[in-house]
């Protein structure tokens, strides 16, 4: 995903009849308590995230321990509609997981843009230390790699297609 701008005037509000926010030691508490609130909500996205992806886990390894089971028993006449169900869960799988990656940059950047009027900005120092994802040796960005997983299964599932295309051919 391209690095999106966030643009302070959609940031920060003005108050009614375009008078701008008092910056007064209110204006720091709702700041700040906004700002912990968002964090909360960037990690619970993320959490989230983690939920999807071991439900896909699980239901793509359930469907080939069902393709095991039934070629074990010779009875693989449908073993196609199985695999093209998981290639299917799969792919939906590799886009939630982009969409999560996307809403989770478009986070961080709003995060980065408020900790500027924060007295330190660990989350935009972090980053900072981690070469902003452009350095491997640093950091590989966790989607990069959970990515793999779901074309994974998708050769797994082709494999199965494949292979038992041929017989649901000599059956029909």
Same mark, same amino acid.
């Given at each position: 995903?391209?690095?999106?701008?966030?643009?302070?005037?959609?940031?920060?509000?003005?108050?009614?009849?375009?008078?701008?926010?008092?910056?007064?030691?209110?204006?720091?508490?709702?700041?700040?308590?906004?700002?912990?609130?968002?964090?909360?909500?960037?990690?619970?996205?993320?959490?989230?995230?983690?939920?999807?992806?071991?439900?896909?886990?699980?239901?793509?390894?359930?469907?080939?321990?069902?393709?095991?089971?039934?070629?074990?028993?010779?009875?693989?006449?449908?073993?196609?509609?199985?695999?093209?169900?998981?290639?299917?869960?799969?792919?939906?799988?590799?886009?939630?997981?982009?969409?999560? =990656?996307?809403? %989770?940059?478009?986070?961080?950047?709003? /995060?980065?843009? $408020? &900790?500027?009027?924060? *007295?330190?900005?660990?989350?935009?120092?972090?980053?900072?230390?981690?070469? =902003?994802?452009? %350095?491997?040796?640093?950091?590989?960005? /966790?989607?990069? $790699? &959970?990515?793999?997983? *779901?074309?994974?299964?998708?050769?797994?599932?082709?494999?199965?297609?494949? =292979?038992?295309?041929?017989?649901?051919?000599?059956?029909?």
């Amino acid at each position: 995903m391209d690095d999106p701008e966030v643009d302070n005037s959609e940031l920060f509000n003005e108050i009614a009849d375009g008078q701008i926010y008092p910056h007064n030691e209110k204006w720091y508490s709702h700041l700040l308590d906004q700002y912990k609130i968002y964090v909360e909500m960037a990690d619970r996205i993320s959490s989230r995230r983690a939920t999807a992806n071991s439900y896909f886990l699980s239901v793509n390894s359930a469907i080939l321990a069902f393709v095991g089971y039934l070629s074990s028993k010779e009875s693989g006449e449908y073993l196609w509609l199985l695999a093209i169900a998981g290639i299917t869960l799969s792919v939906l799988w590799e886009s939630l997981i982009t969409s999560y =990656r996307n809403l %989770n940059t478009a986070k961080f950047l709003v /995060i980065h843009k $408020i &900790e500027k009027r924060l *007295p330190i900005s660990p989350y935009d120092a972090e980053w900072d230390a981690m070469g =902003r994802g452009k %350095n491997p040796k640093l950091y590989r960005p /966790i989607s990069h $790699i &959970e990515q793999g997983v *779901p074309y994974v299964f998708m050769v797994l599932h082709a494999i199965v297609l494949i =292979r038992t295309f041929p017989v649901r051919v000599l059956w029909c």
